[in-house]
């Protein structure tokens, strides 16, 4: 059975960090993309960032590039997404997901595979 599971979520005060990990199992995700994206209340799922098997690609969101940083360990099968300089903005649930295609992609119906999700609370 295929498995992500997301954990690291919390609440931080506004310009602090949080690191979120996604433990993946069930089947070789090395190959995959891994993408994370979130969710408030009442709107869609959002983008946040992708990253390619290799790791080599890279793709963020215009509202967190240079802010957030996406890595793995794929001996591990888990993909981590380092937030610093958190906004109220950042509020959400973050989800994990897979897509087993070569370049990062930003849509939602690109990956196969997602998470239960984290939440992630910026208090101003």
């Known amino acids: 059975q295929v498995q992500l599971v997301e954990s690291g979520g919390g609440l931080v005060q506004a310009g602090g960090s949080l690191r979120l990990s996604c433990a993946a199992s069930?089947?070789?995700?090395?190959?995959?993309?891994m993408g994370w994206f979130r969710q408030e209340p009442g709107k869609e799922r959002e983008f946040v960032a992708a990253i390619s098997g290799s790791g080599r690609a890279t793709k963020y969101a215009d509202s967190v590039n240079g802010r957030f940083t996406i890595s793995r360990e794929n001996a591990k099968n888990t993909v981590y997404l380092q937030m610093n300089s958190l906004k109220p903005e950042d509020t959400a649930v973050y989800y994990c997901?897979?897509?087993?295609?070569?370049?990062?992609?930003?849509?939602?119906?690109?990956?196969?595979?997602w998470g239960q999700g984290t939440q992630v609370t910026v208090s101003s």
């Open positions: 069930g089947r070789t995700f090395s190959n995959d993309v």
């Open positions: 997901a897979a897509d087993p295609t070569i370049w990062p992609r930003t849509t939602t119906s690109a990956y196969d595979y």
